[in-house]
Every structure is written in structure tokens, then in C-alpha cells.
């Protein structure tokens, strides 16, 4: 599979529809819609589905990973009937069907860029001079995308501008956007931000058309941009290379129409297309609780034709659809690929990012729903980090033959020196692919992108920004720290190599001392404790310590509280504790919780 090009990401050509199976392994669609299983996986937990490779699924679950790749997918008639026939189809084919039903939809929009380089007013410059409604009544509504007209077409907008959102979207499963618009300021040139939205455009695979802003500027100096572009692997068409770039002015609205046909061109060339005439399918934008009207949520319809009286589903919320408003607040009655509305007639907030899709019955959707309540509920804590050494383990298994980092390191010079030796590593076999270098702490906008590449985050004398550990926890991302560079190279070398064993510090969690001893059983006696040093837990092990030496190494088969069985006492409070296969207590004995954690060099 090609990696590098606008738009390659496993998407099969446009033309054709999927046909799936009634059940399918996840392995098998892994397969059909060329990703890893690792990232069908991700995509299903996203969705709130926890399975393994092996397991078998319906083609309804099936259809919400093609919908995320955004391939269109039909069912296969049930075996009974047709089986040979489909069975065949399956198995000589890629599973693609031709399909004459496709027509082209508008291209969507995100634009990217640095901080006041001129995001905002570009996208308020583009709506000004093409959506102006000239109908009498109209009104634009601000819904999170609009499209406007141009030259009897039609371009979609997210108007929530950045890459922190782009790929915020993207962590969640979802691909909505086909065109990023990179906003750089002429008279400021590429500055952080705009490195971060190259890489974040590029790890997406979208193709980036660069709008080089506030040309109105006397100190404007577009081919300073240009060639700052190209030390960033952009080459523009006057500098050789295919990137289309547009001198614009959102102040003065200079070029925005030059803008608009360039975005049109690239649109053309990728072939967006769409079956107007299924059930929709597509992606919330943004969903937000009105005090009169309920719950309400912007979606993008990516395939189908979504009408009102609709079953919808997306994430945990259902609903059927009361009302659609457009982008300009008028009431419709229905929407088509590639266009915003919002929607009336969901029974709770729905996510941004949530997929969303329409069943034919009440009841399907509710019994979705039902299940990703109750998936979610309990095996939330199972959505855990991939680790380094599981990230390879796949590599050796032929799943991922890319090793995706995230780096971070203190100071620019380090950047350098670490992304030179990490890149060397690659060799026939696997590949190290940095999809972001980058000096100073681990940013939110770090762990996003490595969620949504699968990737792992390398920091080198670096730290986290404040609340950042959490949200790598929720999302899943592993972040190593590392002091000394050739540690960090060795790990990642080790790893590619399939060496790398995880290392495991014991970790003191608390002391307990035993202040009185209560017989309980026969030969069974419980032992009165007082904490008196950080915590003692349920599920750790416990050392018996009498006189600085270990007498004993065993488990908690009780803590108590009084008559109360408790998962963790802390300093200060008392407790009996029965043990695993012990019993000799004397007083002044200390009863030390530890743990084996997973420790990083
Ligand atoms: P964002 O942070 O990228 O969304 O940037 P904004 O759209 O908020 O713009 C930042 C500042 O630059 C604002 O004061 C804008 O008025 C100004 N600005 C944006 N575009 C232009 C332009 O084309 N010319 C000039 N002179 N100023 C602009």
C-alpha cells in the first residue's frame, strides 16, 4: 500500500461498492477494507465494540468501520438464498462491486494554519462574498460547516478551523475532511503551528492546498513563504513541485476566488463521490442542547440521502429525525453527501466525531444503542495504551510494517539530532515513520495525532503540559520518557528488532503495622492494623517484614474496615487484614503493599 499522496490511506477506488458479508471475522474485514487489524479494532472501540481479531461480527458493526474509511458497503443476500453466489464473489474478488449508482459530492474543507494568520477571517471572507443569501428571509446560521456556490459547485467548510480539531475528529474513527487549506501569513511566515498542521495534514493523508494570507500587508512576502514551504517538503508549482499555493487577502478578499477554483481542481482530480441513494451515513460536527428545542447536532452527511422521519444513530444517542435546518436556516426536508445540516429529534447529545448512521427500524436503533451503553460500561477500562512492545509485536507479525512516533524533545537541536537517528533505524523490514517532531512539552494536540495514527510518543527531557497524562490515559497513548538519547534510539531499535522486553520496578504503595492479633478460624488469625505509610490495597502483594527482614512474600485475601470489605485503606486509618497462607503475626510486624509497574528508562 502506498503511504504518501493525497487521499491513498487503503481507500479503494471510489467507483465501487464493498459487498459484505451477513458475518464476517474481524480479520476478514480488516482485509477487505485494507487496513491493519489493529486499526479495525481501534476503529470498532471507538465505536464502544470490544472484540479480538477472531471474532466474528455482524455486517452492521462491519459497516460502521467501512463508513469511517468511507467506503460505501452493501449487504450480501443471507447465505439461504444466495450463499454460493456471494460466497464466490467473496472469495475470488476484493469483495468490490462496480457501481453506476455514484455521483460526485462536494469536497470538504478544514482550514489550518498558525494562530492569527488568518483562519477565522478567511473562513468569514469566504462565506461573506458566497453565501451572502440574496433570497429574502435568509439567514446564515452558524451550524460548525456551511458550504457556499461556486461556479455551480458546491465546497463545504468545517468552521471550526485548526488541527487540534481536524484530528480530533480523526482520533475518534472518523475521515471527514479531503482538503486541508493551510493558511500561512505572508508577513509572518511558517511559524510553529503551521509545522504542527503540515504534519497533521500529511498523517491524515489529506492534500494541502496553501493559502499564503494578508497579501494586502505592505510587509507581505510570499516567496519567503514559498521557499520556508519547501524546507518543509512543499514544493510549490513555481518552485517545481505539484502544491498548489494562492496569494489571498481575507481583509481585502483578494484571491478568494482563485482559492475556491484551486480547491475545486483538487477536488476534481480525487473523484469525491457518493450514493445519494442509500441510507446516510456520516459524521457529527457538532451537537449542542438547545433550552427550547432539545438536543440538537450539526452532521455531515457523507453518503446517502439522510430525510426527516429517519431512525439515526451515533455513539450512545438515537433518535429519529424531527427536523433538518441548513446551513443558511432554512428548514429542509432532506440532505445529500457532502452537506451539513442540523438535525432535531435526538434523545441525547450525540459527540462530535461520532459516526452516524441510519437504521431502518426503531428498534435496531435502540438495540444499537443498548449495546454500546452496556459495552461501554463494562469494558471502559479496558481501552488501554498500546504499548511499544505491543505496537511491535505487531510489526513482527506482518500487521504493521510502520512504526508511527510522535516526538518531543527540549530543545530544537535535540529534535534534530533524535529524528536523524531514529530515522536511520528504518530498514527492510520496518519502517520508522515520525509523523511530528516538535520541541517543548507533550501537547494535547501530540496525543490526538498519536491517537489517530496509532502512534507512540517518544519525549526526550521533556515533560507534559498540564492534564495531558489524562487524556493520553482515556485515548489510549503510550508517552515514553526519555533522559539520555541513546536509551531512547536503543528502545526503539530493540523494539523494531522484537527485543524489547518490558522492565518492571517493585513499587512500595504503603506500610501497615500490626498493632493486635485476632484469632478467627481455626489456625486462621487476623491481623489489626494501622497505615502508617501511604496505602495498603486490596490487590497488591504483601511483603511481611519483622525486624527489617522479609519473612514472607503473600496476598490479601481480605481488608476490612471495621465489618466492611474495602478496596483500599489509607495512611492514618486502621484495618484487619487475613492474609494468603499466613498467620504467625507478632506485634510490630509490618505488612508492606508493593506492586510490579511497568517502569521506562
Ligand atoms: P486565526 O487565529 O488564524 O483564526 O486568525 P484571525 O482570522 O482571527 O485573524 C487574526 C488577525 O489577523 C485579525 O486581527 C485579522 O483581522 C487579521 N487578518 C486576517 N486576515 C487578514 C488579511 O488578509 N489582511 C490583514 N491585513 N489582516 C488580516
Redesign the pocket.
Known amino acids: 500500500m502506498t503511504t504518501d499522496g493525497p487521499n491513498r490511506g487503503g481507500r479503494r477506488g471510489p467507483s465501487r461498492t464493498l459487498v459484505l458479508p451477513q458475518t464476517l471475522s474481524v480479520k476478514h474485514l480488516s482485509e477487505l477494507v485494507d487496513q491493519s487489524p489493529v486499526d479495525v479494532i481501534k476503529q470498532l472501540m471507538r465505536n464502544g465494540i470490544m472484540v479480538s481479531m477472531n471474532q466474528v461480527i455482524n455486517h452492521e458493526v462491519a459497516a460502521l468501520v467501512t463508513a469511517a474509511y468511507g467506503i460505501r458497503t452493501r449487504v450480501a443476500e443471507p447465505v439461504a438464498e444466495k450463499g454460493a453466489l456471494v460466497g464466490a464473489a467473496i472469495r475470488s474478488g476484493n469483495g468490490f462491486e462496480e457501481d453506476t449508482a455514484l455521483a460526485l459530492r462536494p469536497p470538504v474543507v478544514t482550514i489550518l494554519?498558525?494562530?492569527?494568520?488568518?483562519?477565522?477571517?478567511?473562513l468569514d471572507s469566504i462565506r461573506n462574498a458566497h453565501v451572502a443569501d440574496r433570497e429574502i428571509g435568509g439567514i446564515t446560521q452558524h451550524i460548525g460547516a456551511y458550504q457556499v456556490d461556486y461556479q455551480d459547485q458546491k465546497i463545504t467548510f468545517l468552521d471550526t478551523?485548526g488541527h487540534e480539531a481536524f484530528t480530533s475528529i480523526r482520533s475518534r474513527g472518523a475521515r471527514v475532511t479531503d482538503i486541508a487549506v493551510l493558511?500561512v501569513a505572508a508577513d509572518d511566515g511558517i511559524m510553529p503551528q503551521t509545522e504542527e498542521a503540515i504534519d497533521h495534514a500529511r498523517a491524515a493523508e489529506v492534500p494541502i492546498v496553501v493559502a499564503i494570507?494578508?497579501?494586502?500587508?505592505p510587509g507581505a512576502d510570499p516567496e519567503r513563504v514559498k521557499r520556508q514551504l519547501s524546507q518543509h517538503n512543499l514544493l510549490v508549482e513555481d518552485w517545481g513541485g505539484d502544491i498548489i499555493s494562492v496569494p489571498?487577502?481575507?481583509?481585502?478578499g483578494e484571491g478568494i476566488d482563485d482559492l475556491l477554483e484551486n480547491l475545486l481542481v483538487v477536488a476534481e482530480i480525487a473523484e469525491l463521490k457518493a450514493n445519494p441513494t442509500s441510507p446516510a451515513s456520516g459524521v457529527i460536527i457538532e451537537a449542542k442542547l438547545d433550552r427550547k428545542r432539545g438536543p440538537t447536532a450539526t452532521v455531515l452527511v457523507q453518503s446517502g440521502t439522510l430525510g426527516v422521519g429517519d431512525y439515526v444513530v451515533a455513539g450512545t444517542s438515537w433518535g429519529r429525525v424531527k427536523a433538518i435546518t441548513n446551513d443558511r436556516g432554512r428548514i429542509v426536508k432532506e440532505v445529500v453527501p457532502g452537506a451539513p445540516a442540523e438535525l432535531l429529534g435526538f434523545g441525547s447529545l450525540p459527540e462530535a466525531g461520532d459516526l452516524m448512521a441510519v437504521l431502518p427500524t426503531e428498534r435496531m436503533a435502540r438495540s444499537i444503542v443498548h449495546d454500546r451503553e452496556r459495552l461501554k460500561s463494562t469494558q471502559q477500562s479496558q481501552v488501554r495504551a498500546l504499548t511499544l512492545e505491543e505496537v511491535v509485536k505487531q510489526i513482527d507479525a506482518g500487521d504493521i510494517k510502520e512504526l508511527n512516533l510522535v516526538l518531543k524533545a527540549d530543545v530544537q537541536g535535540s529534535v534534530e539530532a533524535v529524528r536523524q537517528s531514529l530515522e536511520r533505524l528504518t530498514d527492510a523490514e520496518a519502517r520508522v515513520r515520525i509523523l511530528h517532531a516538535g520541541s517543548g512539552n507533550v501537547t494535547e494536540s501530540d496525543v490526538l495525532l498519536a491517537s489517530a495514527s496509532n502512534a507512540i510518543i517518544v519525549a526526550f527531557s521533556v515533560g507534559e503540559e498540564m492534564g495531558v497524562e489524562r487524556v493520553a490515559d482515556r485515548m489510549g497513548v503510550e508517552i515514553r520518557h526519555y533522559g539520555i538519547i541513546y536509551q531512547l534510539i536503543d528502545d526503539v531499535e530493540q523494539a523494531l528488532h522484537g527485543m524489547l522486553e518490558p522492565t518492571f520496578t517493585d513499587v512500595i504503595l504503603g506500610q501497615a503495622e500490626v498493632r493486635e492479633i485476632f484469632p478467627s478460624r481455626r489456625n486462621v488469625k487476623i491481623a489489626g492494623c494501622r497505615v502508617i505509610e501511604g496505602r495498603i490495597v486490596r490487590g497488591a502483594a504483601i511483603r511481611v517484614m519483622r525486624e527489617g527482614k522479609t519473612l514472607e512474600e503473600t496476598g490479601i485475601n481480605s481488608l476490612r474496615h471495621f465489618r466492611d470489605e474495602v478496596n483500599e485503606i489509607t495512611n492514618g486509618m486502621d484495618c484487619g487484614i487475613l492474609l494468603t497462607d499466613f498467620n504467625d503475626f507478632e506485634l510490630g510486624d509490618i505488612l508492606q503493599a508493593h506492586r510490579q509497574e511497568r517502569s521506562q528508562r
Not at 494570507?213 to 500587508?217: G, I, Q, T
Not at 489571498?248 to 481585502?252: G, L, M
Open positions: 494554519g498558525h494562530v492569527d494568520h488568518g483562519k477565522t477571517s478567511l478551523p493558511v494570507n494578508k497579501m494586502d500587508l489571498v487577502s481575507a481583509r481585502t
